[in-house]
């Protein structure tokens, strides 16, 4: 769960890269970063927090070059501290290099271990590091050589930028777990993880990265390669059904188009006798809509949600009272009080946060309250670089559908299918990663009973 974005050539890459980060902050808030190159050296500013937070303009300032990659983080691997802030960078014989990393290694730790046992002594604690490491042991004349071979050791999802003297190469892997796309901004190439980041900045998208793409620009000139004849689809329908932006268009269709599709096949699905729909915000919205439509239901908002509460909240006094949900959506009386309610959510995981919507919509006044869900049962853990927690703690690998309606109260809870969700996303079923719902993982994870959260634990000071 992160966001890159990446330019080469034009005057102002850096804060054309802070303005593509601002588009992808939904997709990390814990750490942001920018590199740049001015053809002699690389100029790095990271920070814990927002991008807004980090970027002032003086800070901009001080990351001259016509080329610069950026990345907003969202930890799925190695903790959440300063030091694992990306970009990374690493002095190599092949010069400086910085890279940015959305995804989820699976072999990092044999890699860091075979690694470390030969001298290496790495930095951070994020499976991306493991590549600069590769790189750096095999040199090689072009920098995109060198890069392609550390990635044959490497299995996993990942989206790539790496900034280096003479290029910026994007990366996407054999089975395009992870979007990335590349555009044209005033005839200067650029990357991002999301089309929405180009929407904001006038970029002509192009395309999106085919599945095991290396794209090289260098000197203006860009060329293609591929990293294995073979590929594999398994894009990530996590990515359609919560994670990226609804303006976005990923994997060639734009999210709240899929999200529309999912909320009426849902309603296909599970009709129940009801007097509205209501959305659990945002993440509801599109699917919520589209339900509505199929079924004829009127749309209420019934539910607002601040959008000031980050992830940061700090309850300021235990005996003043224990907040919750409450601080982040607050109903509408008016609008729920005496109907029968069917509330629409994209996805449970953990289940604490349903039973507490559902008990506020009912302290409202909602005469029922039926859940409807926008993809099938979370019962696996995700090993690809979205941040799902072990089997132990997703309800739904523990307890039956009724047992989740129970203890989260709702009078009727039904999940979109697994074979409705992939229809509405398009394209061949069997291109997309349902690890997630399914347990089938497409690249073998070595028996990892959960997603390894912390490679390899250090304190720093200060962090
Ligand atoms: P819970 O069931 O309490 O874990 O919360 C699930 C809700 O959090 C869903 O309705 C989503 O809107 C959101 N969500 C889903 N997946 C994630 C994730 N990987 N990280 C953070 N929030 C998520």
Redesign the pocket.
């Known amino acids: 769960?992160c966001g890159i974005f990446g330019i080469s050539g034009h005057e102002d890459a850096a804060n054309l890269t802070y303005l593509g980060l601002y588009a992808l902050q939904h997709r990390g808030q814990e750490s942001a970063g920018i590199v740049s190159w001015d053809g002699e050296r690389l100029h790095a500013e990271r920070g814990m927090g927002q991008v807004a937070d980090i970027f002032k303009a003086h800070k901009l300032a001080e990351l001259p070059g016509a080329s610069a990659i950026g990345h907003t983080r969202?930890s799925t691997a190695g903790s959440s501290v300063r030091s694992n802030a990306q970009p990374l960078v690493a002095m190599t014989s092949m010069g400086p290099l910085a890279l940015v990393h959305n995804g989820n290694l699976v072999n990092a730790r044999e890699l860091r271990e075979e690694l470390e046992s030969s001298g290496s002594i790495f930095q951070t604690t994020s499976d991306t590091e493991v590549i600069l490491h590769m790189m750096a042991r095999n040199p090689r004349r072009d920098v995109v050589e060198s890069l392609m071979e550390a990635l044959c050791r490497v299995r996993g999802s990942y989206s790539l930028l790496l900034l280096a003297d003479s290029c910026v190469v994007a990366v996407r892997d054999p089975n395009g777990f992870r979007p990335l796309v590349m555009g044209e901004y005033q005839g200067k190439p650029c990357f991002a993880s999301e089309s929405c980041a180009f929407d904001l900045l006038d970029v002509k998208l192009d395309r999106e990265l085919e599945l095991g793409e290396v794209v090289a620009v260098r000197g203006g000139e860009v060329q293609s390669y591929r990293l294995s004849a073979m590929p594999q689809p398994s894009r990530c329908a996590?990515e359609q059904v919560?994670?990226a932006r609804p303006d976005s268009k990923v994997f060639g269709e734009t999210v709240s188009t899929s999200r529309l599709a999912m909320g009426a096949r849902l309603a296909r699905e599970t009709p129940v006798p009801a007097d509205i729909v209501v959305p659990?915000p945002d993440?509801?919205l599109f699917a919520a809509l589209g339900y509505a439509r199929e079924s004829g239901l009127p749309l209420e908002f019934g539910l607002i949600r601040n959008h000031y509460v980050g992830r940061t909240f700090i309850e300021p006094k235990q005996t003043i009272r224990h907040f919750g949900v409450k601080v982040k959506l607050n109903p509408v009386r008016d609008l729920i009080e005496g109907r029968r309610v069917v509330l629409i959510?994209?996805?449970?995981?953990?289940?604490?946060?349903?039973p507490k919507i559902v008990k506020m919509v009912r302290d409202a006044g909602a005469a029922e309250v039926h859940l409807r869900v926008a993809c099938p049962p979370?019962r696996w853990p995700?090993h690809y670089g979205?941040?799902?927690?072990t089997r132990e703690e997703l309800?739904a690998a523990n307890h039956t559908v009724d047992e989740i309606r129970d203890f989260i109260g709702a009078d009727s809870l039904e999940y979109l299918s697994l074979e409705g969700m992939l229809e509405t996303l398009g394209g061949e079923p069997d291109s997309y990663c349902t690890a997630c719902w399914t347990g089938q993982y497409r690249i073998p994870t070595n028996g990892q009973a959960k997603v390894q959260t912390d490679l390899f634990p250090i304190r720093t000071e200060g962090e």
């Open positions: 769960m969202y996590f919560y994670f659990v993440s509801g959510d994209d996805s449970i995981v953990r289940g604490t946060t349903s979370t995700c979205i941040d799902m927690p309800i």
